[in-house]
């Protein structure tokens, strides 16, 4: 029979319900909140930097390649998500606690001095999130579409640069220069 527990019959269970096929078991060490952070913020980087690579997100563009805003808004939606997995092990360093929402998670990382009140508002537009305010626009008024991109990258160029901002502050901290 086909099934996980035949097809893993006399193999080692690696954890967590999942089933290594003939790998060798590797030692794993959880990295801690600081690494992750600085993994988030390179990936963030690189995404924030192929976004801007673009340029404009306009009606030229999307009429050209409609493939592009699905792909821009599934860019944002990742941006979004990177940020609050930020702010998540912000708040966990600093309190022991992980945040359960964005909203939560930005009020988190003002409180944690990761960002200001101004930010955390840019980063929640009143019209919800920027990925879903993009699919929105794409439907019924694509002409918005260049101005939600260009409001999220500013935002989100300005949550990267503050957090790598207090990255460093917290490294030089630790090391005592």
């Known amino acids: 029979m086909n099934t996980p527990e035949a097809m893993s019959a006399g193999r080692p269970d690696t954890g967590a319900g999942y089933t290594d096929f003939g790998a060798a078991?590797?030692?794993?060490?959880p990295r801690s909140d600081a690494e992750r952070i600085d993994h988030i913020l390179i990936t963030m980087r690189r995404t924030l930097a192929q976004l801007e690579g673009i340029g404009p997100v306009d009606l030229e563009l999307?009429?050209?390649n409609p493939t592009a805003g699905l792909v821009i808004?599934?860019?944002l939606a990742n941006l979004g998500d990177m940020a609050?997995?930020?702010?998540?092990?912000?708040?966990?360093a600093m309190s022991g606690t992980a945040p359960?929402?964005?909203?939560?998670?930005?009020?988190?990382?003002?409180e944690f001095g990761?960002?200001?009140?101004?930010?955390a508002s840019a980063l929640?537009?009143?019209?919800?999130?920027?990925?879903?305010?993009?699919?929105?626009?794409?439907?019924r008024e694509p002409v918005k579409v260049e101005a939600v991109v260009g409001d999220a990258l500013s935002a989100f160029q300005e949550f990267e640069r503050r957090a790598q901002?207090?990255?460093?502050?917290?490294?030089?901290?630790?090391?005592?220069?």
Not at 84 to 92: K, W
Not at 124 to 139: R, W
Not at 165 to 177: P, V
């Open 84 to 92: 609050f997995d930020i702010n998540c092990h912000v708040s966990r």
């Open 165 to 177: 901002q207090w990255r460093r502050d917290r490294a030089e901290g630790a090391t005592g220069t």
């Open 114 to 119: 990761l960002i200001d009140a101004e930010l």
């Open 100 to 110: 359960e929402t964005f909203a939560e998670s930005c009020e988190a990382a003002v």
């Open 124 to 139: 929640m537009p009143a019209e919800g999130p920027y990925h879903v305010a993009m699919q929105l626009y794409l439907d």
């Open 73 to 75: 808004e599934r860019v």
């Open 25 to 29: 078991p590797r030692a794993t060490t």
């Open 62 to 64: 999307l009429e050209v």
